[in-house]
């Protein structure tokens, strides 16, 4: 008697399945905030600390402090060829990168594709951190142990799968009206004028800490780290001195709401499944890694792979290519860089439809559950919208209810034609098989149609306005 061996690798994976989008398709789906909580042991955030809906006005209101300790995942790379690496890797330009500055590091495919991002920042010479999602990580932890580089890579893991039990830094956000405020009273001296993304030092509780300007949901603000050992006291000064401020720690309902009032898409399908040039990559990540073991969920439906991948400019990235420098993709993007772009935008749900969504769950074949205030219910979301013709001219994302706008509001991707605020299209909400596809992960459902109106990307003037203060080290 033999016993078929699993797949160890990704490629492995992908040759055992007739179709690599129906595997992906079948994962585990659910409350995708709610089942990581479920998962996290202590320390960890909660997923509420008064309510959601009043920690969502913090960020708009007073000031919101996040504790971004536990669920990130860190690259370190140290060495002569730390910032030459991550340059060959990445769209961004790194000419005038120095110690003390943050990137949005993007990478791309050979073909011009989103594989991953994060934010990736330098305290002094020949030593990089990389903070984000476990894609962007993979891909350059393959090439720092693959390629010819003189580079240390050193990889801290987010706390659940941490063999360490615990981090090499902890990392909280405050952000607010109120933001700066708190940190003067904290620090008992003005801020300096901070652009966005460059990092300054300051001392809170006797302790040292890295102030990088930065921002979730589009407010001002600064991210603050330091050593793991001195996060406690960190965190217990805010705490205190917010009491002043109307600080409110933000659980993780509310924190992953920010994305889509900043108008950030935080899990587009990373493009690594095709092509042979990507095979050594596919060949090298385990079959047990996140791009193997998410799930695809939503309304668009394609047995195709690649029409789930999308390019810098879908993704508002456009202003991050800069071709200064050889880096994988560049060929692609440059053919690319004055073709049609679809374009991302706010959409805002139609509160009849939504409310009739909620009615429905009284009929015997209800629609889609909508889950508040995040209704992302699989790691890659993807549901079709629809122009009057119902013809698909986009891809809604990432989706939930923001207590400061009152409205349900996704993230999407459409025709040009389309992207104009006002514009008028439609939400295909559940799945094309009713659940039956993601069986036993969704309850049975009908599909619906939500009206929906295009807005812009960030929604919200304040956060525009305060976007462009941090870009000129204004405070807005």
């Not at 009032?261 to 092509?275: D, N, V």
């Amino acid at each position: 008697m033999t016993t078929e061996r699993k797949p160890r690798t990704l490629q492995e994976l992908i040759d055992s399945v007739p179709n690599i989008v129906d595997y992906l398709y079948a994962n585990r789906k659910g409350s995708v905030v709610r089942d990581a909580v479920q998962r996290q042991p202590p320390p960890h955030v909660l997923p509420e600390y008064t309510n959601w809906r009043d920690e969502q006005r913090a960020w708009r209101e007073t000031v919101a402090l996040y504790d971004q300790s536990f669920h990130m995942t860190t690259s370190i790379l140290r060495g002569p060829d730390a910032v030459k690496l991550v340059s060959y890797l990445a769209v961004n330009s790194f000419q005038t990168f120095r110690p003390g500055r943050a990137r949005h590091f993007l990478a791309v495919s050979p073909q011009g594709y989103y594989i991953g991002d994060g934010i990736l920042y330098s305290l002094q010479s020949d030593e990089l951190f990389l903070v984000g999602r476990a894609a962007g990580h993979n891909w350059v932890q393959f090439h720092a142990e693959t390629g010819d580089w003189d580079v240390q890579y050193e990889r801290d893991e987010i706390f659940t799968q941490n063999p360490t039990g615990r981090r090499t830094v902890y990392r909280f956000q405050v952000e607010g009206p109120n933001a700066f405020p708190l940190l003067e009273y904290l620090t008992g001296a003005p801020l300096p004028d901070t652009r966005f993304f460059e990092i300054i030092q300051l001392r809170i509780a006797g302790c040292d800490v890295w102030a990088l300007r930065h921002t979730m949901a589009g407010g001002p603000g600064f991210e603050l780290f330091g050593p793991w050992d001195e996060g406690p006291a960190v965190k217990a000064a805010i705490i205190e001195a917010g009491q002043r401020f109307g600080l409110r720690q933000v659980g993780s309902l509310a924190y992953f709401t920010t994305a889509f009032e900043l108008g950030w898409i935080p899990r587009p399908l990373p493009a690594i499944y095709t092509g042979e040039e990507l095979r050594p990559f596919r060949e090298w990540l385990p079959a047990t890694a996140n791009e193997a073991t998410w799930a695809i969920g939503g309304s668009f439906a394609s047995p195709n792979v690649e029409d789930y991948y999308m390019t810098p400019w879908e993704l508002g990235y456009g202003h991050l290519v800069k071709f200064d420098h050889d880096f994988i993709g560049r060929p692609a993007l440059e053919r690319m860089a004055n073709e049609r772009h679809r374009v991302k935008v706010s959409l805002v749900w139609n509160q009849d439809d939504v409310a009739a969504v909620v009615r429905s769950y009284t009929d015997e074949l209800p629609a889609k559950y909508i889950d508040l205030p995040l209704s992302t219910y699989a790691t890659w979301q993807y549901d079709a919208v629809l122009n009057r013709e119902k013809r698909v001219i986009g891809i809604s994302t990432y989706v939930g209810f923001s207590w400061n706008e009152r409205a349900m509001i996704s993230l999407a991707i459409v025709e040009p034609e389309y992207a104009e605020p006002g514009t008028a299209v439609t939400v295909l909400w559940g799945e094309p098989d009713g659940g039956a596809r993601s069986r036993p992960w969704l309850e049975p459902h009908r599909q619906v149609e939500i009206r929906a109106t295009v807005a812009p990307v960030p929604l919200s003037e304040y956060a525009r306005q305060h976007l462009a203060a941090a870009r000129s080290g204004r405070r807005a």
